[in-house]
């Protein structure tokens, strides 16, 4: 069966754009991630939910990052006037629920910010 | 608050080396506890996991022992092959108040050389 897929692979945006990150879980998984890797460096949390309902945001370093999964599949990151510190790569990764605790992560969208 | 510590890299090896990359963590309550490997170009797979302490992971001749006493999750494989290269990262999981982030190391680079 399919992995998590994100798209796309790779963004360029100019400092002050907005982007739009795509993530499309594991069919069935309830729970759903998004993580920030910094070059060199190990994921970091950013958010978490479950079904549509967004459980965790205090990994969100700002208000211009925002995460919405409104039917509980196919997730949405959003970086409003994005900045040259926002340049990482955003993993998302999805598990089957409560209590079930393997995370299966996409292959990331890395986001250039010029 | 949960933090991870491992062995900076690189480390580079020859083929069928004894490989040890040292792990310790910080963490409230009993969390899980993770390996994920990276390979070039690829997503996060996890390698293996261990829920509470003396528990044993295995896969693909990698170990590692959950040792609550050190805090510890130290990887070892008895014999490296150049499919081996890749980064490796340690992760625990903590659970409770409704979330279920991991929280990673920094990683480890490993290169085998024939």
């Known amino acids: 069966g399919a992995g998590v897929s994100q798209s796309p692979r790779y963004k360029v945006a100019k400092r002050g754009q907005d982007v739009a990150l795509r993530c499309d879980p594991i069919s069935g998984h309830v729970s759903l991630f998004w993580y920030q890797q910094a070059l060199g460096q190990g994921p970091e949390f950013l958010t978490y939910f479950q079904n549509e309902a967004q459980l965790d945001k205090s990994g969100l370093p700002s208000d211009r990052f925002f995460a919405e999964r409104p039917e509980g599949s196919v997730s949405t990151l959003k970086i409003q006037r994005t900045q040259q510190e926002d340049s990482a790569v955003y993993l998302c990764?999805?598990?089957?629920?409560?209590?079930?605790?393997?995370?299966?992560f996409g292959a990331g969208t890395r986001l250039s910010v010029l | 608050g949960n933090s991870v510590t491992q062995m900076e890299g690189p480390v580079t090896l020859s083929e069928e080396a004894f490989l040890t990359i040292n792990c310790t963590y910080t963490?409230?309550?009993?969390?899980?506890l993770f390996w994920y490997v990276q390979y070039p170009g690829e997503g996060l797979q996890l390698l293996l996991k261990a829920t509470k302490a003396d528990d044993k992971g295995s896969n693909k001749g990698f170990e590692a022992t959950y040792r609550k006493e050190t805090t510890s999750f130290h990887l070892e494989k008895g014999s490296v092959q150049v499919s081996d290269s890749a980064v490796y990262f340690c992760a625990l999981l903590r659970t409770g108040a409704g979330s279920y982030q991991l929280t990673f190391g920094k990683g480890t680079k490993l290169s085998v050389i024939p």
């Open positions: 963490a409230t309550g009993y969390p899980s």
């Open positions: 990764a999805s598990s089957e629920g409560y209590g079930k605790n393997i995370q299966y």
